[in-house]
């Protein structure tokens, strides 16, 4: 159940019985041969999914995120580490104002971290909020799976290339791993070392395996919304 498809006086009347939302993070950035916004496309899901099994609301998920190492790949739009808190700070103060006390952020982006360290202080200054936050890509229920196919996941390869963000065809062969040559790289750089933007390994596996992480992720969800 999303917000968007709620008017004011739904929203009232849930709260009455419910005081949990789920805030969706990700990007508008390069992933190799896959969406754009792969990196809202799966933490929306699994928002969608865990909302039809518990009722728990959706917020609209903010589509920007922290991206600029990815600037010089065309589509991408990034915002500035201070917009993105300020941002992620005012979404959060805001559903706390409408009611919401519990509240789960599905985060599906690495470079969204600094909101998350600023979410401890925003925290600390709302005493009767419980707030969590959920990057599903480093999850163990995901590490399991992965270790399971031996099959190493990262950024655009089949870790992400789910029928729901593929949106051309992907190269049959495995990429080697690009030599990085630093952990912090300007954008033009980025762009050299990555080349198609996939950062290495398988670029798809099967939907079986596809579905075990999904499934895996999404149990990590609905234990998350218990809020013990």
Request: net charge negative; with cysteine.
């Amino acid at each position: 159940m999303r917000l968007e498809d709620l008017n004011w006086m739904d929203v009232e009347k849930y709260l009455k019985e419910d005081d949990r939302l789920m805030i969706v993070l990700g990007a508008c950035e390069q992933h190799g041969y896959l969406s754009l916004l792969t990196d809202i496309k799966i933490p929306l899901a699994l928002a969608d999914s865990a909302s039809q099994q518990t009722g728990v609301l959706v917020a609209p998920p903010l589509n920007f995120g922290f991206s600029h190492y990815f600037l010089e790949y065309p589509g991408t739009i990034s915002l500035r580490v201070s917009t993105l808190i300020a941002a992620v700070e005012d979404v959060v103060r805001s559903a706390y104002r409408s009611g919401f006390r519990r509240i789960l952020i599905l985060n599906g982006h690495g470079g969204n971290s600094p909101a998350r360290n600023h979410l401890h202080e925003v925290n600390d200054s709302l005493r009767d909020l419980k707030l969590n936050w959920y990057d599903w890509w480093t999850s163990h229920s995901l590490e399991a799976v992965a270790v399971k196919h031996n099959i190493k996941p990262t950024h655009a390869n089949w870790l992400e290339a789910f029928p729901f963000t593929i949106v051309s065809d992907l190269p049959e062969a495995d990429k080697t791993p690009p030599s990085v040559p630093s952990a912090i790289m300007d954008a033009a750089t980025a762009r050299q070392v990555y080349g198609d933007g996939s950062f290495g390994g398988k670029y798809r596996v099967s939907e079986e395996i596809m579905h075990e992480v999904f499934e895996a992720t999404l149990r990590d969800v609905l234990l998350l919304l218990n809020f013990n």
